[in-house]
């Protein structure tokens, strides 16, 4: 079972981004959050400097998208050339619509639910993603604590996306670190987003290949036992 480790730039120096991003070049994309300040209570970055990241960085951009009007922005995102685009699913109007708007301008179509979202009334639409993202924190802040209670969600997402024969990342978002991969590995994520994990470390780029090791160690266990 192979995982992706995906660091988040938001716990990176903002001021000397390209740098930043040579120091994950071990890392599968980078995950670039934008928020708005509406739809999440913080405010990063927006398509200009999203442009910017696209052009310098090596490795493929995971576009996070908390924004509200979802709809409209998230396909200038795509726009771009990113490697993946990721709206809420309570930011977006017709899920269906934009998740097949990405894909036709070439981004893979990520979906994100925040902790308190049920997966069940988005399964009929899983063939229409990519990827699926549990948030295992509220969004909106790095360096928050990992909510375990989203565990249940990730093991249900996991058994309907295996059941649907769709082939759909399932991401984890939030409070990704040493002590808690395994247990979202093991509970069925393949995509692993770390921001301060990774970037808190004096050397990035390992940080990253522990975390790998440990969530395919956690991953195997899990495809063995079931
Ligand atoms: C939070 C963001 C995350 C954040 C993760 O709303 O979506 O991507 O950067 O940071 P850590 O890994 O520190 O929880
Ligand atoms: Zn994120």
Same mark, same amino acid.
């Given at each position: ?13 903002f ?38 990241? *696209?052009? /310098?960085? @090596? /490795? ?9 009007? &979802? ?13 993946? +685009? ?10 269906v619509?934009? &998740? ?22 988005y ?16 969004? =909106?802040?790095?360096? *928050?604590?990992?909510?375990?209670l ?10 309907? /996306? ?9 991401? +984890?978002?939030?409070?990704?670190? @040493? ?7 093991? @509970? ?16 990035? =780029?390992?940080? /990253?290949?522990?975390?790998?090791g ?9 495809? *063995?036992?079931?």
């Open positions: 079972m192979s995982c992706c480790i995906h660091p988040s730039i938001l716990s990176a120096d001021v000397n981004l390209e740098a930043e991003l040579g120091r994950i070049k071990t890392a599968d994309a980078v995950h670039v959050d934008v928020m708005d300040n509406h739809f999440v209570p913080n405010l990063t970055l927006g398509l200009p400097v999203v442009e910017r990241i *696209q052009a /310098v960085s @090596a /490795v493929p951009l995971d576009a996070h998208l908390m924004i509200a009007d &979802a709809d409209r922005w998230a396909p200038l995102y795509a726009d771009l050339g990113l490697a993946s +685009v990721t709206f809420h699913a309570e930011a977006a109007t017709a899920p619509k934009l &998740a097949r708007e990405l894909r036709a301008r070439g981004s893979k179509a990520g979906m994100a639910l925040r902790p308190a979202t049920a997966v069940e009334p399964l009929d639409m899983l063939a229409e993603l990519d990827m699926l993202l549990v948030m295992t924190v509220e969004p =909106g802040f790095g360096g *928050q604590s990992f909510l375990d989203t565990l249940r969600k990730i093991r249900r997402a996991r058994a309907a /996306v295996d059941g649907s024969g769709a082939k759909v990342a399932i991401q +984890v978002d939030g409070g990704i670190s @040493a002590s808690t991969i395994e247990r979202a590995a093991e @509970a069925g994520a393949d995509v692993f987003v770390a921001g301060s994990a990774v970037y808190g470390a004096d050397d990035p =780029g390992a940080a /990253v290949e522990q975390l790998r440990l969530a395919e160690g956690a991953a195997r266990g899990r495809v *063995q036992s079931s």
